[in-house]
Structure formats: structure tokens, C-alpha cells
């Protein structure tokens, strides 16, 4: 049973530039959740998908945008990369049952460095 | 803006010893949760205690919590080398749509032989 997948392992990017970062869920979630943790601090909620819609968002600008596929598998997709966004990217997914969104398994994340 | 605070922030044992690790927040919580991380890498769910819930054992690990301090503790008994990591707790942030974990700045933990 494979865990949460995500691809790249790390990428290095120029300010200014576009970057995709892709999730794979745990098999049976539904849910997947993105989160940024710079070096030193705990990770910060990005925002959360469900149901191919963004179900809710923690205090990051519009440059940072997602997507949810019909297969679960999901997308973050940071515009204009300033220096502040080098970071471990985590994905998290987790299943809603009974109205309730149970744990949230990680993925191993992406390591981004912007130049 | 992070809700749980860990304490110490970096803590230095010999294997066999015990380690406790610290976790305060600051709203009411149905939850709270510690997870592991190993060197940069993606996370580890180790237990969930509920707010009804005042102690839960897995393994070698016992959780507490005081929902009246607004406090919880991770114990890990007879560590090994293999324990050296950071540690995380995590409370839940939901409205109707989803839920989101909010994390501390997690414990540094070494072990050594």
C-alpha cells in the first residue's frame, strides 16, 4: 500500500520564476492538504483540497495556487518565487468519513531552493 | 501563526534515559496530535489524544494532556539512537470545509549510544 508520494525530491528555481510541485495521496484518501516549513520552524498550513476545491486556506498569497485532480492526486503551484520561499514543501493526505477528516499521513515533501 | 509552542526547544540524552517533551497552546482544542520528523524529511504520525482523553500509551511513548493548562507532554521511555528527531505537536484548525494542522517549532531530540 503506497504512502503519500510527491515528486520532485528537490528543485532549484530563480527569483521570479514558476514551480509545480505534485502529490500522489495515500491510497484511499481523498483529501490533501500542502503545508511550507522553512528551516528551523514547524510546518504552516498552505491550504487544503477536497473534492477537486480548496476547502480552506492558511495565510499564504495568491501567488500560491493548487489544484485537485478527479484521482486525488493534487498540485501547488508557486508564481513569482522570491527568495522566501526556499522550504520543504509537505504534502498531507487524509480521508473525510462521517463528515469528519480523519489523520493526516505526509509525504516525504520537496525541497525547494530559490536563488 | 503557529498555536502549539514545544519545550525545550533542543534536548541532549543517553540512550536508556527518558525524554520529555513540552507542548502549550492557546485556544480550545477537540485534539492534539505529536508527529515525528527525521532530518528534514516528511513527517510521522505518532498519537492522537483527544480532549476528553487525559493520558494515551503507544509503545514506549505516553502522551498527556491538561486541556485546564491548555498543556500537553510526550514521554519517550528507554530511547534509542533511533529516536533522534524533531518533535511536533499539532492541534486542528476546522471550520465546515476542512481542517488544518497548526504546528509548533517542534523539540530537537538526540540520542546517543
Known amino acids: 500500500d503506497a504512502g503519500v508520494t510527491q515528486s520532485p525530491t528537490h528543485l532549484i528555481k530563480t527569483r521570479g520564476q514558476q514551480v509545480t510541485l505534485r502529490c500522489s495521496p495515500k491510497?484511499?484518501?481523498?483529501?490533501v492538504s500542502w503545508y511550507q516549513q522553512a528551516l528551523g520552524q514547524g510546518p504552516q498550513f498552505i491550504f487544503q483540497?477536497?473534492?477537486?476545491?480548496?476547502?480552506q486556506r492558511g495565510n499564504f498569497p495568491d501567488r500560491f495556487s493548487g489544484h485537485q485532480f478527479p484521482n486525488y492526486s493534487s498540485e501547488l503551484n508557486v508564481n513569482a518565487l522570491l527568495l522566501g520561499d526556499s522550504a520543504l514543501y509537505l504534502c498531507?493526505?487524509?480521508?473525510?468519513?462521517?463528515?469528519?477528516?480523519?489523520?493526516?499521513?505526509f509525504g516525504p515533501g520537496t525541497r525547494l531552493l530559490v536563488l | 501563526s503557529q498555536q502549539g509552542e514545544e519545550d525545550p526547544q533542543a534536548l541532549s540524552i543517553q540512550e536508556g534515559e527518558n525524554a520529555t517533551m513540552n507542548c502549550s497552546y492557546k485556544?480550545?482544542?477537540?485534539?492534539l496530535q505529536w508527529y515525528r520528523q527525521n532530518s528534514g524529511r516528511g513527517l510521522v504520525h505518532l498519537i492522537l489524544?483527544?480532549?476528553?482523553?487525559r493520558e494515551k500509551h503507544s509503545g514506549r511513548l505516553r502522551v498527556t494532556l491538561d486541556t485546564s493548562k491548555k498543556s500537553s507532554s510526550l514521554l519517550i521511555t528507554a530511547s534509542r539512537a533511533a529516536d533522534t528527531a524533531s518533535y511536533f505537536c499539532?492541534?486542528?484548525?476546522?471550520?465546515?470545509?476542512?481542517?488544518?494542522?497548526?504546528f509548533g517549532k517542534g523539540t530537537t531530540l538526540s540520542v546517543s549510544s
Open positions: 485556544t480550545s482544542i477537540n485534539n
Open positions: 483540497y477536497y473534492e477537486e476545491e480548496e476547502r
Open positions: 491510497s484511499g484518501h481523498d483529501t
Open positions: 498531507a493526505s487524509s480521508l473525510v468519513s462521517g463528515g469528519r477528516q480523519e489523520t493526516q499521513y
Open positions: 489524544i483527544r480532549s476528553n482523553e
Open positions: 499539532a492541534t486542528e484548525k476546522a471550520n465546515q470545509a476542512g481542517t488544518a494542522l497548526i
